[in-house]
């Protein structure tokens, strides 16, 4: 039972820490496509909603290529551990809460943007204080980015290595369990993460609803 | 780029606050032997005695190999022979020690449509299933059990690449995905004991021959060469490859057993 | 001072046609027109907001950045930050380069002046139309600017609030800020204004003081205003 609730444990652990790198990164990046103009502008935007469909194994294979002694990041020593997952899953998910942050933002600026520049706020800065501003409808961004990082297998399989007790998550267990036809194991299993997710989700509507009421 | 190496930094240091305290090795191995169970009775008995923690990244044999090549691995431990030896004849490996062997068993449907069930000639078997094409799972992944499926298939006198019929099919998975697609297709299929063993989802399907000679799958087990990769922990890699081969840790082997039977057979010479 | 500010042959796409006009301190200016005569593109060019597509708009000093400072604008829908009334107002002064030391203070100021003190640490957005449109001129206020845009201050306010915005806006232009206001509301102009621009199809096209505007406009289209039958451009 402690061995599941390690998995639990890391599945989190290494979801979580990606959305949080993976917003770090994606916010001010969405934000800063949304407010900017550039050449190419529609172009990166085209491309960024794209990269929202990343295949995870795909992912997973060039961060293995990345990673490995034999790659150009390979003298970290990072391969087959959380924290490559942690990498892998934060390049899947930055597209997706930066697409998502973009439009938000681009959406909300069409209503802030006149007010704040009359009061000298542009470019990233300008950008930013919407980013805080709509900060509960980018709630929605992020729990998308949550919920891919959670659900995928391929990505953290192949640069994880699935080691017992060291890089098993909630996916790759399902995925062993079932490759070795233990099914009802396997199902178990996926119930909790579902459940799991679903949680998280609800805590996430309460807050933002409660939230807004307070904001206005 | 700064902003890259600035992330690594920080998962460097993510990673070494929980592993630095931790000795370990990387072992690249098979998904057979872990499904198996072997490592979840053999390496805790290796770390009580040395306090080496053993990580099983457990792969197709040609991908375990392919690891070692590219250093991400200080061990190597498959059953496909003529590759190790290339392995290690190609420098990426130091020495190959047998361990120890198990069998492979042909499982297929109860109604067994080839008429093989009982036999124990698995060429002549084959020879039969490809005659009545009878439907066959291979798991066509550069395994070693894929390896030794096509070892027999030529043993049988069949170019099977050229031969291979609709009756046929490779599914380019593990042994466990190999199995289901075999038991949900009522397929004959080359397996395993311990896989076997521990496989739950059986359906239809039975151990039709086993107990041949050429059934038999050794194992092998290498050091990954640190001249051509520096930072393979060589000490500790060869203090399990030491322990494996030693009467002690062929006893492990030996007492690993699923249901009351012996899996794995173990064979080192000294 | 950066006033005044003069406009030389400025046009914006087919919306303002070439025109020249000088704005200068003292008299609170309106600029009246129908809907769609472009008041409020000339308003934004004047402050910034829109390049002109042809034309030169040149204030008085250096700098882009005292030119700036020197206006604020309030807009006919206050757009406020999901923030207390107080901390969009701090915002405002941060902005501006106000050492945070003095920001609450002059912060409380300026919603003394309006008469929401009491609502100070509500969430901006939670206060009534009229109110948000007060905290907006607060926080114009609190800038201390030397020109005050106004685009349709109190178009989207019932009568009593419309009273309390022209009530600020009268002690603003009492305090020496320069007005520059557009409104659609003959009756707004004549209670707010010294001096009338009558904008008609992007166009200039009659100046003058606000009686003489209301007694004897000097144009056809000014005239047709002033009674009610302009249509609609």
């Known amino acids: 039972m402690s061995e599941l609730g390690g998995i639990v444990a890391l599945s989190l652990t290494v979801s979580l820490l990606a959305v949080l790198f993976a917003s770090l990164l994606g916010l001010p990046l969405g934000a800063a496509i949304a407010v900017g103009r550039f050449p190419g502008r529609r172009a990166l935007i085209v491309l960024l909603n794209a990269l929202m469909g990343l295949p995870p194994v795909v992912v997973g294979l060039l961060v293995y290529l ?20 942690v990498i892998a899953q934060t390049i899947l998910v930055l597209p997706i809460i930066a697409a998502l942050c973009r439009q938000s933002v681009e959406d909300a600026w069409v209503e802030y943007e006149e007010q704040l520049r009359s009061l000298g706020a542009h470019g990233l800065s300008a950008a930013l204080t919407l980013v805080w501003d709509i900060r509960f409808s980018l709630v929605t961004a992020v729990l998308a980015g949550l919920g891919r990082a959670l659900a995928e297998v391929g990505a953290v399989i192949i640069v994880g290595g699935n080691i017992d007790g060291v890089t098993r998550v909630m996916t790759t ?33 309460l807050i933002k609803e409660a939230a807004q009421r307070r904001y206005g | 780029m ?56 457990a792969l197709g044999t040609g991908q375990s190999l392919d690891m070692g090549k590219r250093g991400d691995s200080d061990v190597v431990f498959v059953h496909a022979r003529p590759l190790e030896e290339k392995f290690v004849a190609d420098g990426y490996g130091v020495r190959r020690f047998a361990v120890m062997y198990n069998d492979f068993v042909l499982a297929g449907p109860k109604a067994d449509p080839a008429k093989v069930a009982g036999s124990k000639d698995i060429v002549a078997a084959l020879q039969k299933i490809k005659a009545a094409q009878a439907p066959f799972a291979s798991r066509g992944d550069n395994s070693g059990t894929h390896f030794a499926e096509l070892e027999l298939w030529k043993a049988a006198g069949t170019d099977i690449a050229k031969d291979k019929g609709p009756w046929y099919r490779d599914t380019g998975s593990g042994m466990g995905p190999t199995l289901n697609t075999a038991s949900g297709m009522n397929a004959y299929v080359l397996t395993d004991r311990g896989t076997w063993l521990s496989f739950k989802n059986r359906g239809e399907l039975a151990i039709s021959v086993e107990g041949d000679r050429r059934l038999f799958n050794q194992y092998g087990v290498i050091l990954v060469n640190p001249a051509k990769h520096p930072h393979v922990k060589k000490e500790m890699g060869q203090a399990f490859v030491d322990w494996v081969i030693s009467p002690e840790g062929q006893k492990a082997i030996a007492d690993y057993k699923i249901g009351g039977e012996q899996l794995f057979f173990p064979n080192a010479q000294r | 001072m950066i006033l005044p500010l003069r406009l030389e042959g400025i046009s914006f796409r087919q919306i303002i046609a070439p025109l020249s006009l000088e704005i200068a301190a003292g008299p609170s200016t309106i600029i009246l027109g129908a809907n769609g005569a472009g008041k409020s593109v000339l308003m934004r060019l004047m402050h910034g907001l829109l390049r002109p597509t042809s034309g030169e708009i040149a204030w008085q000093g250096q700098g882009e950045e005292r030119i700036r400072r020197g206006q604020a604008m309030v807009f006919q829908r206050p757009v406020m930050l999901r923030r207390s009334a107080l901390a969009n107002i701090l915002y405002a002064l941060e902005l501006a380069g106000v050492p945070a030391a003095g920001r609450e203070r002059q912060a409380m100021d300026a919603l003394r002046e309006v008469g929401l003190t009491e609502v100070a640490h509500r969430p901006a957005r939670v206060l009534s139309g009229g109110e948000q449109q007060r905290l907006a001129l607060a926080r114009a206020w609190a800038l201390h600017p030397e020109v005050l845009f106004l685009d349709e201050p109190t178009a989207n306010l019932d009568p009593g609030a419309t009273r309390e915005i022209e009530n600020v806006i009268k002690a603003f232009d009492a305090s020496g800020t320069k007005i520059v206001m557009s409104t659609h509301n003959l009756g707004q102009a004549r209670r707010l204004g010294d001096e009338v621009l009558f904008i008609h199809q992007g166009r200039l096209i009659e100046r003058a003081a606000v009686d003489t505007f209301f007694r004897r406009p000097a144009s056809a289209e000014a005239a047709a205003f002033v009674k009610g039958e302009l249509p609609w451009v």
Do not use: W
């Open chain 1, 66 to 85: 990345l990673l490995s002694r034999a790659g150009p990041l390979g003298e970290f020593g990072l391969l087959f551990t959380p924290p490559a997952m």
């Open chain 1, 173 to 205: 267990t399902i995925a062993l369990e079932t490759s070795k036809g233990d099914l009802p194991l396997a199902l178990s299993l996926g119930f909790i993460l579902i459940s799991l997710v679903i949680l998280i989700n609800a805590v996430a509507y």
């Open chain 2, 2 to 57: 700064g902003l890259m190496r600035f992330f690594l930094a920080l998962s460097l240091c993510i990673s070494f606050s929980t592993e630095a305290q931790q000795r370990f090795i990387t072992v690249a191995s098979t998904t057979s032997t872990e499904q198996s169970g072997l490592f979840k009775h053999l390496l805790p008995l290796f770390e009580k005695k040395t306090g080496i923690q053993v990580r099983v990244v």
